[in-house]
């Protein structure tokens, strides 16, 4: 696993804890946590999303090795993998709700997005510009030596201000 924030545990229960909260967020596609754990569940969320799209049979013995339950994964490989095949990431929201009453930790919901019930509509996709065509250094510097305006040498003639 790659670097995470500590969140004030020790590896074995910081791993346990991420994994089980991957698991109940692809069960229920939505849940209340921390902002720190929910800005970690999403990363996981998301690899573990595009690991159902891939579809082989690596990719689910690498899910089964993360998330917790056969329903868990069964839906991950058929329901979300069908719905996202065509976002290339992002396919959790993390929104912020409240403050926890006992310790004030900043709470927050994160949540699949294009799902029913969603707390909040996603934005639509933005069409992507139109490549330009890249131009060799040559004549990217002979194109813009063109366009420049001649450099007016200063005579003495001229009165100053």
Same mark, same amino acid.
């Given at each position: 696993?790659?670097?995470?924030?500590?969140?004030?545990?020790? /590896?074995?229960?910081?791993?346990?804890?991420?994994? /089980?909260?991957?698991?109940?967020?692809?069960?229920?596609?939505?849940?209340?946590?921390?902002?720190?754990?929910?800005?970690?569940?999403?990363?996981?969320?998301?690899?573990?999303?595009?690991?159902?799209?891939?579809? /082989?049979?690596?990719?689910?013995?690498?899910?089964?090795?993360?998330?917790?339950?056969?329903?868990?994964?069964?839906?991950?490989?058929?329901?979300?993998?069908?719905?996202?095949?065509?976002?290339?990431?992002?396919?959790?929201?993390?929104?912020? /709700?409240?403050?926890?009453?006992?310790?004030?930790?900043?709470?927050?919901?994160?949540?699949?997005?294009?799902?029913?019930?969603?707390?909040?509509?996603?934005? %639509?996709?933005? %069409?992507? !510009? %139109?490549?330009?065509?890249? *131009?060799? !250094?040559?004549?990217?510097?002979? *194109?813009?030596?063109?366009?420049?305006?001649?450099?007016? %040498?200063?005579?003495?003639?001229? !009165?100053?201000?």
């Amino acid at each position: 696993m790659t670097k995470f924030r500590k969140l004030n545990r020790h /590896t074995s229960h910081r791993i346990s804890m991420l994994r /089980t909260m991957v698991s109940q967020l692809v069960k229920h596609e939505r849940i209340e946590t921390t902002v720190a754990k929910a800005k970690e569940v999403r990363r996981l969320a998301d690899n573990m999303v595009q690991l159902g799209k891939e579809g /082989t049979l690596c990719a689910a013995r690498r899910a089964a090795a993360f998330v917790r339950g056969d329903d868990v994964l069964h839906k991950l490989f058929t329901e979300l993998a069908y719905r996202y095949k065509d976002r290339v990431g992002g396919c959790t929201r993390l929104l912020r /709700t409240r403050f926890r009453v006992g310790d004030a930790a900043p709470m927050a919901y994160i949540e699949f997005i294009d799902r029913e019930n969603e707390l909040r509509q996603s934005k %639509p996709a933005v %069409p992507q !510009p %139109p490549q330009r065509v890249a *131009l060799d !250094p040559w004549a990217r510097s002979r *194109l813009t030596r063109q366009f420049a305006a001649p450099k007016q %040498p200063r005579s003495s003639s001229e !009165p100053e201000d």
